[in-house]
């Protein structure tokens, strides 16, 4: 609640422009009661309060862990990634053995090669007849025009590298 009144705050005098001296006032008016219900509560620590706070700073940590380890790994295969036009040049001068039907890699970076793409011709020693390196691109619009949502480019030797534009 503490947290809550001092953004109102900048609510108040930021967002609506109102006069500084009023978005004082209420702030500070407010900021005393939370402040009551604050220290009312405080006792409550010993008796047991401890416990959610602690639960929460627990899953806090392991959230951020999460999130950094995430941003590590992300660059890592960032940096190890491997040029999709170079690298399709190179697959087929020599080509795997291809079997029938088609295949669609899912890629966040259209200029790599996809991990799973790689992976399954490691194990498996055979691509698809066709093949469509998939990226999804969410835009911050509530309506993409029919014309903008999907783009097909061939990358040759039935290969294509397919844009899905999509509002989020």
Sequence with gaps: MLITTIL??????????????????????????????????????????????????????????????REILYGRLRRAAISLGPFLDSLFQDPPHRVPGTAIFLIGDPNAVPHAFLHNLAHNKVIHERIVFLTVVFKDIPWVPASERVTVEPLGHDCYESNSTSAS
């Design 8 to 69: 109102t705050f900048f609510v108040l005098r930021y967002a609506w422009h109102y006069n500084l001296l009023l978005c004082v006032a209420s702030t500070i008016f407010f900021l005393v009661i939370d402040a009551a219900f604050f220290s009312a509560n405080l006792i409550k620590l010993v008796e047991g309060g401890w416990f959610p706070l602690t639960m929460g700073a627990l899953i806090f940590t392991i959230m951020v862990t999460w999130r950094r380890g």
